[in-house]
């Protein structure tokens, strides 16, 4: 099994990159959630839904329903 977590960091942005530490031998499953750290006391979630718009071998792209700051938390995982 290949596993990678990660948090990439949004400033006002619809769209977010992150490239694979190690990389994958076919596109891995993707989860990922938006996280405001403004409201991390209350539940956390930010106002914005996330998807996958491209996974690769060695590089997610999310983008967001709308633009936002705070992160997007994710995980990607293969099991060879």
Do not use: W
């Not at 750290?37 to 060695?58: F, K, W």
């Amino acid at each position: 099994m290949i596993f990678e977590v990660g948090e990439i960091v949004c400033t006002g942005t619809d769209s977010a990159t992150h490239n694979f530490t190690q990389p994958f031998t076919s596109a891995p499953s993707i989860s990922g959630i938006a996280v405001d750290p403004a409201t991390l006391g209350a539940e956390g979630a930010a106002n914005v839904n996330v998807y996958v718009q491209v996974v690769s071998t060695s590089q997610v792209v999310f983008r967001t329903s709308a633009a936002f700051t705070g992160k997007i938390s994710f995980q990607a995982i293969q099991v060879l």
